[in-house]
């Protein structure tokens, strides 16, 4: 079986409406109500499986990964999401710039000329905003929202979990069994951790420090919305550049977390954010005249994957599963895949009653094969490997060097880059 992105997959014999179990035993348990945990439920819901969902924190609450790609236009497509984001304020992005070490800017990436379709179209979003929009749309398709409640423990009996242990703010803590448990629970990732399942990534040992501007640059007409990457002199990092509504811009700085925050004479994140800035000529006059308008805030070391994806009554979705560099905006598009490939092979186990490893497991060698052309696209940045140069010499390739940028990775096409760009690091280095 397949597992895709685009519309819903109807397997032969499974009903689209089955019954719902009883209110002290749902039939899938969702810990965390961010993207992944609020799509994998939504979609579990719209097949007529009950679906509780246990959020920490109270929506709309603050997150960072504000850029979306065009690929996640499948999954919100699934969820009926549609609709809300055509109506909401969120700046329409079209296309994504990138800026060299001495200010130099690229031709733009439209991905409507590359695929003449409405997912060429995407959005900058508020992350409070969109994924507020998104828990309250689980609501809508009959997921069971608890905010404010702690999930304390992942029950396991045998070999499989079982459950889980909450705190609902004034209730008693309570177990809540069920057949399924989908940890989304964001880098803290619950099972992973307690099974000890996280692998840091070996090369993209990275972090970030960011904050927001009011009245910085922003470009006209359908370069409004355009996400820049723009590299520090050195090639030693690069600044997002990301125009959200309200005359806010997201701009942050990505290196290697040991440049980023060892042997500087401050520690304070302030002075280096604006160290970096000084070694970026094409950030500074985009900030000129800009105000900044919230604190400054960091992450470090961020990139990392599971050894794997679910087990005997367990998946892991989204950031709970794996993590990869900010690079190329992938974040949301990683978070709604993973919980539209994993609901599939959930709502199948449930509908035959088999919620094994194996089972479970069905959609994480195509994810994870899109994961990792991901990664390989971000690695060859972070090598200074030239895709202008690339695309000059194979310019019939340049739509699956865009097919990467737009995030429709969860194919085999594109493999046909990776020869060719090996072929011409030899050539460099020879």
């Known amino acids: 079986m397949e597992f895709s992105t685009r519309p819903s997959l109807q ?8 019954p719902a179990s009883s209110a002290s035993h749902p039939d899938v348990v969702v810990i965390g109500g961010g993207p992944a945990g609020s799509a994998v439920s939504t979609l579990i819901a719209q097949a007529g499986y009950r679906v509780e969902l246990f959020e920490r924190e109270h929506f709309p609450r603050f997150h960072i990964g504000e850029s979306l790609i065009p690929e996640t236009y499948w999954t919100l497509r699934r969820l009926n999401m549609l609709d809300k984001m055509r109506g909401s304020r969120f700046t329409k992005k079209y296309s994504v710039q990138f800026v060299n070490q001495r200010g130099k800017l690229s031709e733009p990436f439209y991905f409507v000329d590359h695929k003449p379709h409405e997912s060429s ?7 409070s905003e969109f994924d507020h929009l998104l828990l309250e749309n689980a ?5 069971h929202v608890h905010e404010g409640a702690r999930v304390l423990e992942v029950l396991f009996e045998g070999d499989g979990a079982a459950g889980v242990r909450v705190k609902c703010e004034d209730e008693p803590e309570r177990e809540v069994r069920a057949k399924v448990v989908i940890d989304a629970s964001g880098q803290s990732s619950m099972v992973m951790d307690r099974l000890g399942l996280r692998e840091w990534d070996p090369v993209l040992k990275k972090a970030a420090i960011w904050t927001y501007w009011k009245g ?21 990092g690069w600044f997002w550049y990301i125009p959200l509504h309200d005359d806010i811009v997201s701009v942050g700085v990505v290196a290697g977390y040991d440049y980023l925050f060892q042997n500087r004479s401050s520690k304070d994140f302030e002075d280096i954010y604006f160290e970096e800035v000084a070694r970026c000529p094409g950030v500074q006059p985009r900030l000129k005249d800009a105000t900044r308008c919230d604190i400054f805030r960091a992450q470090k070391e961020y990139s990392y994957k599971a050894k794997k994806a679910a087990g005997n009554g367990w998946v892991l979705v989204g950031d709970a599963f794996g993590f990869l560099d900010p690079l190329y905006s992938s974040g949301v598009l990683l978070a709604l895949t993973s919980a539209s490939m994993a609901a599939d092979a959930v709502t199948e186990g449930l509908a035959k009653d088999d919620t094994s490893e194996q ?6 060698p195509e994810f994870v094969a899109g994961m990792d052309r991901m990664r390989r696209l971000v690695c060859e940045f972070y090598d200074g490997f030239s895709f202008g140069r690339f695309i000059r010499r194979h310019p019939d390739l340049k739509g699956y060097v865009t097919d990467v940028l737009i995030g429709d990775v969860f194919k085999s096409d594109v493999d046909i880059l990776w020869p060719l ?10």
């Open 11 to 18: 397997v032969a014999g499974i009903p689209t409406v089955l």
């Open 121 to 127: 179209q995407t959005w900058q979003v508020r992350r």
């Open 139 to 143: 609501r809508e398709h009959g997921v």
């Open 216 to 236: 910085a640059h922003r470009d006209t007409g359908r370069d409004e919305g355009t996400t820049v990457v723009i590299q520090t002199e050195g090639k030693h």
């Open 359 to 364: 089972q479970l497991r069905r959609w994480e």
């Open 421 to 430: 760009i090996d072929e011409m690091r030899a050539e460099q280095a020879a």
